[in-house]
């Protein structure tokens, strides 16, 4: 079957129709899914009931899998992390954030499945990078080519909330080793379609190195807002089985944590992605 792409928003997003990707694709199919990434940067398909190695093979088109430092993983599928808010605190997804930004290598994107769901709440909320650094003002783009910042992983991972137990500590000081704060440009270039992007996120992001502690603070907290305004967003209301896959080298996005004390089971594939560059 052929695909069909329906664009949803101007910004971003689009819905994907006549693939199961539950079974192999053909090379033509993750051709066509790639392109539709390029161009929509976050795609959506409904009623795709996969398990966690149909996920994992399916996010393997794209690249080589993440294994996350903290969340909890399938055990079967390790490449699969398993955000439940039965047995995790999972609040560090309710703020605008691009995936494990705090990697050298930070995701090329992630392919998220939807397994348990509250009866209301609990969307998600994407925003493109891209659509928010056209959308800036001349000076302020001049401004901020070639700048730097710095992105550490304690920011959304702190101790107080992942090391309360010997186990949680243990494995919370063994990702900050292995993750010490690093840098990325402020202005990404998309590695294969060339267009540029904001590549700062309230998640990950501390500083901007170049400038001092007061600029950096002003200018971060101008970026944040800009970068998350209505018209670069879009918002996905799930249902059970839908998969979403995002380029998270453009976008941010924001897990909606309104759905207290119902529940919320998802599957997420990550797969890694390359060094970020300007240009």
Same mark, same amino acid.
């Given at each position: 079957? =052929?695909?069909?792409?329906?664009?949803?928003? =101007?910004?971003?997003?689009?819905?994907?129709?006549?693939?199961?990707?539950?079974?192999?694709?053909? =090379?033509? /199919?993750?051709?066509?899914?790639?392109?539709?990434?390029?161009?929509?940067?976050?795609?959506?398909?409904?009623? /795709?009931?996969?398990?966690?190695?149909? /996920?994992?093979?399916?996010?393997?088109?794209?690249?080589?899998?993440?294994?996350h430092p903290i969340y909890p993983n399938v055990p079967e599928q390790p490449e699969v992390?398993?955000?439940?808010?039965?047995?995790?605190?999972?609040?560090?997804?309710?703020?605008?954030? $691009?995936?494990? $930004?705090?990697?050298?290598?930070?995701?090329?994107?992630?392919?998220?499945?939807?397994?348990?769901?509250?009866? &209301?709440?609990?969307?998600?909320?994407?925003?493109?990078?891209?659509?928010?650094?056209?959308?800036?003002?001349?000076?302020?783009?001049?401004?901020?080519?070639?700048?730097?910042?710095?992105?550490?992983?304690?920011?959304?991972?702190?101790?107080?909330?992942?090391?309360?137990?010997?186990?949680?500590?243990?494995?919370?000081?063994?990702?900050?080793?292995?993750?010490?704060?690093?840098?990325?440009?402020?202005?990404?270039?998309?590695?294969?379609?060339?267009?540029? =992007?904001?590549?700062?996120?309230?998640?990950?992001? $501390?500083?901007?190195?170049?400038?001092?502690?007061?600029?950096?603070?002003?200018i971060l907290k101008l970026l944040f807002a800009h970068a998350t305004r209505p018209e670069?967003?879009?918002?996905?209301?799930?249902?059970?089985?839908?998969?979403?896959?995002?380029?998270?080298?453009? $976008?941010?996005? &924001?897990?909606?944590?309104? &759905?207290?004390?119902?529940?919320?089971?998802?599957?997420?594939?990550?797969?890694?992605?390359?060094?970020?560059?300007?240009?």
């Amino acid at each position: 079957m =052929s695909l069909t792409i329906t664009p949803l928003s =101007s910004a971003l997003g689009a819905q994907i129709s006549g693939v199961d990707i539950s079974q192999p694709l053909a =090379s033509e /199919q993750r051709d066509a899914i790639e392109q539709a990434l390029l161009q929509h940067q976050v795609l959506f398909f409904r009623d /795709q009931p996969i398990d966690p190695q149909q /996920q994992a093979r399916f996010a393997a088109n794209f690249g080589d899998l993440h294994i996350h430092p903290i969340y909890p993983n399938v055990p079967e599928q390790p490449e699969v992390l398993i955000l439940d808010t039965a047995e995790t605190d999972v609040r560090d997804n309710a703020i605008w954030h $691009t995936d494990v $930004t705090f990697l050298p290598t930070p995701a090329l994107g992630a392919v998220l499945s939807a397994k348990l769901l509250p009866v &209301y709440g609990g969307d998600t909320l994407w925003a493109s990078g891209i659509a928010a650094y056209e959308a800036l003002s001349e000076p302020l783009k001049n401004l901020l080519q070639g700048l730097t910042a710095t992105h550490e992983f304690i920011k959304s991972f702190p101790l107080e909330r992942f090391g309360n137990t010997p186990e949680g500590l243990a494995r919370w000081e063994q990702a900050k080793r292995k993750n010490p704060p690093l840098s990325h440009p402020v202005i990404r270039t998309h590695p294969v379609s060339g267009r540029q =992007s904001l590549f700062v996120n309230e998640g990950f992001t $501390t500083r901007i190195n170049e400038l001092s502690d007061s600029e950096s603070e002003v200018i971060l907290k101008l970026l944040f807002a800009h970068a998350t305004r209505p018209e670069f967003t879009i918002r996905w209301r799930w249902q059970t089985h839908d998969v979403a896959f995002w380029d998270n080298r453009v $976008t941010q996005h &924001y897990a909606v944590d309104d &759905y207290r004390p119902q529940r919320r089971v998802m599957h997420r594939a990550t797969i890694l992605g390359d060094v970020p560059f300007f240009r």
